[in-house]
């Protein structure tokens, strides 16, 4: 059974910084693609980015300059380090991890920019 447990997520000024992670627990697959979304209240979750093994990084237009993806293979984690925070960036960020045959998805953690 693999679980993805995000943490980082908080409280934070406008401006201001935050690096969430996400590591699997359980047995630990081999994963390709892992990323992160986000679901603003009272919207649909939306792409924040993806990481490929190889370490190939793709961005929603939205977030491209301010957040950047990393993964560390060797502990099945991925980061989103997030600069220059908006209150629009004010959601629960949910991290996802896929193999060759399944996809998996965390609990999310909130994140909540204050003006």
């Known amino acids: 059974q693999v679980q993805l447990v995000e943490s980082g997520g908080g409280l934070v000024q406008a401006g201001g910084s935050l690096t969430l992670s996400c590591a699997a627990s359980?047995?630990?697959?081999?994963?390709?693609?892992m990323g992160w979304h986000r679901q603003a209240p009272g919207k649909q979750r939306e792409l924040v980015g993806t990481i490929t093994r190889g370490g190939n990084t793709n961005y929603a237009d939205s977030i491209k300059e301010r957040f950047s993806i990393s993964r560390d293979n060797a502990k099945n984690t991925v980061y989103l380090q997030m600069n220059s925070l908006q209150p629009e960036d004010t959601a629960v960020y949910y991290c996802k991890a896929d193999t060759i045959s399944s996809q998996y998805w965390g609990t999310g953690t909130r994140v909540t920019v204050f003006p």
């Open positions: 359980g047995s630990s697959p081999r994963f390709n693609t």
